[in-house]
């Protein structure tokens, strides 16, 4: 019973996320580029962004939600930045440091910037120096658990041991 349930769920989210990019790849690039800056001015304005002083930010995909702006407005501020750097199954948020060393990294196989295997930087993971993990997402259920790629999901590491979940 448990497998056809499992079988039963994935064609589900399957067809969600079928449906999802259906309509997202019905809109045209101006109105996805508007959408992208009401959700960028949305998330600088919460308190939780403003209140932060280390953010992780998994870089957006060609096709998700642009986090350009954020990144700008992080660097800005005089924040924190870290970025995921994937070797193999483990992954590491390390420091990005401004617009330029973005601009200067590498990109993998899948075309996302990362820092080099090779590249020595602070680890966020490593003295757990977090306020704020930005990381994106598709679709929602009603209760905030991400099913996949492109909106955005943001956790406020507020204690050690606690983790609030803001949505927009």
């Given at each position: 019973m448990a497998v056809n349930m499992s079988a039963g769920?994935?064609?589900?989210?399957?067809?969600?996320?079928?449906?999802?990019?259906?309509?997202?790849n019905a809109l045209n690039d101006e109105e996805k580029e508007r959408q992208c800056k009401i959700i960028t001015r949305m998330f600088l304005a919460t308190p939780e962004y403003k209140m932060s002083r280390s953010i992780a930010v998994y870089l957006s995909m060609p096709d998700e939600v642009n986090t350009d702006g954020i990144l700008q407005d992080v660097f800005k501020s005089g924040k924190k930045c870290y970025i995921p750097r994937y070797v193999g199954s483990n992954m590491d948020m390390?420091?990005?440091?401004s617009m330029e060393d973005y601009s200067s990294l590498p990109k993998t196989?899948?075309?996302?910037?990362?820092p080099a295997e090779s590249d020595e930087r602070e680890n966020a993971l490593s003295i757990g120096q977090l306020d704020l993990i930005l990381a994106p997402g598709l679709?929602?259920?009603?209760?905030?658990?991400?099913?996949?790629?492109?909106?955005?999901?943001?956790?406020?590491?507020?204690?050690?041991?606690?983790?609030?979940?803001?949505?927009?």
């Open positions: 769920l994935r064609l589900a989210k399957k067809n969600m996320r079928s449906k999802i990019k259906s309509i997202l390390l420091r990005l440091h196989k899948w075309n996302i910037s990362q679709a929602f259920t009603k209760v905030c658990d991400r099913q996949s790629l492109l909106s955005f999901i943001f956790a406020l590491h507020v204690h050690s041991h606690y983790l609030h979940e803001l949505v927009l």
